[in-house]
């Protein structure tokens, strides 16, 4: 679905006890686990006290137990957690969906010469500004993202997300080779300048650290055995890279690595596989990295829109699922085409069709979720709307596309509310 958003960025800050009436989504289970039309329930209001749900349910039973909340009517409008992108390159903004290259051809001509202006402070809080603008304007309230080598990108992306009350993880992208000048660090300056930003955000608001080595063919065994030690001193932080991407990628990574098993073990032998692992796009796996990743309870995260633009191949949602894996959904940006969720969710299900596997709504809805937000080992906090969680919640207003030749209008998201913690 498409369409411009009528009011981008409409936010609004709610202290509570405040109750919203409309069409409020959650899910009682997984729609991988049951049948898909039983895992969603609508409810008739939710009511929200100090930035979390308090509870949901039937309007009158909500106005009764807070008599003097005030209630925001939104209709017949639908309320639903906001969208969690569990793998994004906010860097990357500007050059989004840039033409017709293939991985390491698009590294090279686009995305290289673009993160090296990142060394510019006010460069990376322009961005940043500007690609949460974007994403918010798309009903997105929680992000991983990839920063780039310089410091400061990332501190421009944590003091941002930090004045907008947003909760969000990135890290440091960690090269060491195979990178232009002004885009390597070195094994020991990768460790140190990580150390260094744990310090100075992880766990601050709303805020955390992933350590983030780009992929094995940017980072030198020593970088990666550095980051792996960081790791181990760090084990309740996230780890975010790239894995199995495009076959030409995993030859490379084979010539650069030939002692590995696989693609997954240049990760693995340097203490870089673990249950807070998040592996992007995971598309051409070996059998033994898909019972490695299921064993240690990694997370793989689906890049449909990214995959399908720059080529890369199908992933495979169904048999993942059905294999037992943990699998989040995400933009990809700027190597996918969009920053919409909604646009990522109807790419999964195109994907799902090539592949023989139509995803169900429910199931997109619950990937752009709950599942991204369990990927992220944050599937206690955000991602449904429950009695405790964040009350960080969207409000879609569904207005008519004008008529077009090819068919009758559709409704299309054109506003939405959203409401941080206090």
């Known amino acids: 679905m498409t369409g411009k958003m009528a009011t981008?960025?409409?936010?609004?800050?709610?202290?509570?006890?405040?109750?919203?009436?409309?069409?409020?989504?959650?899910?009682?289970?997984?729609?991988?686990?049951?049948?898909?039309?039983?895992?969603?329930?609508?409810?008739?209001?939710?009511?929200?006290?100090?930035?979390?749900?308090?509870?949901?349910?039937?309007?009158?039973?909500?106005?009764?137990?807070?008599?003097?909340?005030?209630?925001?009517?939104?209709?017949?409008?639908l309320?639903?957690?906001?969208?969690?992108?569990?793998?994004?390159?906010?860097?990357?903004?500007?050059?989004?969906?840039?033409?017709?290259?293939?991985?390491?051809?698009?590294?090279?001509?686009?995305?290289?010469?673009?993160?090296?202006?990142?060394?510019?402070?006010?460069?990376?809080?322009?961005?940043?500004?500007?690609?949460?603008?974007?994403?918010?304007?798309?009903?997105?309230?929680?992000?991983?993202?990839?920063?780039?080598?310089?410091?400061?990108?990332?501190?421009?992306?944590?003091?941002?997300?930090?004045?907008?009350?947003?909760?969000?993880?990135?890290?440091?992208?960690?090269m060491d080779r195979n990178a232009p000048d002004g885009l390597r660090d070195t094994a020991q300056t990768a460790h140190d300048d990580s150390a260094a930003l744990i310090a100075r955000w992880h766990g601050v608001d709303r805020l955390s650290y992933v350590i983030t080595p780009r992929f094995s063919p940017t980072s030198s065994p020593e970088q990666l055995e550095a980051l792996g030690s960081l790791w181990a001193a760090h084990p309740d932080l996230l780890m975010q890279t790239h894995l199995s991407e495009q076959t030409d990628e995993i030859a490379w990574v084979k010539s650069l690595y030939p002692q590995a098993r696989d693609y997954l073990d240049t990760y693995e032998q340097f203490g870089l596989l673990g249950p807070n692992g998040l592996y992007g796009h995971a598309i051409h796996l070996e059998p033994r990295e898909r019972d490695r990743l299921r064993e240690v309870g990694a997370a793989l995260v689906h890049c449909p829109t990214s995959n399908t633009f720059i080529g890369s191949g199908l992933f495979d949602m169904a048999a993942r699922m059905a294999e037992g894996q943990r699998v989040g959904l995400a933009t990809d940006t700027g190597g996918g085409s969009s920053f919409s969720m909604l646009r990522t969710m109807a790419a999964a299900y195109e994907i799902g069709q090539l592949s023989g596997t139509a995803l169900h709504p429910a199931q997109l809805v619950w990937l752009a979720t709950q599942g991204s937000a369990r990927a992220l080992r944050m599937g206690d906090r955000i991602g449904t709307i429950a009695p405790g969680f964040d009350a960080d919640l969207v409000c879609w207003i569904w207005r008519p596309r004008p008529p077009s030749p090819s068919g009758p209008p559709a409704p299309t998201p054109c506003g939405r509310r959203y409401f941080p913690p206090s």
């Open 8 to 77: 981008p960025q409409t936010t609004t800050k709610v202290a509570g006890p405040t109750i919203l009436t409309g069409r409020v989504l959650s899910f009682e289970h997984s729609p991988f686990d049951t049948d898909p039309t039983d895992a969603a329930r609508c409810h008739e209001a939710v009511a929200l006290q100090g930035g979390r749900i308090e509870s949901l349910g039937d309007l009158q039973a909500l106005k009764s137990a807070h008599p003097d909340a005030p209630v925001i009517d939104y209709g017949d409008r």
């Open 79 to 174: 309320i639903l957690p906001g969208f969690v992108d569990a793998h994004v390159h906010y860097p990357q903004t500007a050059i989004i969906a840039s033409w017709g290259k293939r991985l390491i051809d698009w590294l090279n001509t686009y995305t290289f010469p673009e993160e090296t202006r990142f060394a510019d402070p006010d460069h990376a809080a322009t961005i940043t500004a500007r690609y949460f603008d974007l994403t918010l304007a798309q009903g997105t309230t929680t992000v991983c993202s990839y920063a780039t080598i310089h410091p400061a990108s990332v501190d421009a992306f944590f003091a941002e997300a930090q004045r907008r009350g947003l909760r969000v993880a990135a890290g440091k992208t960690c």
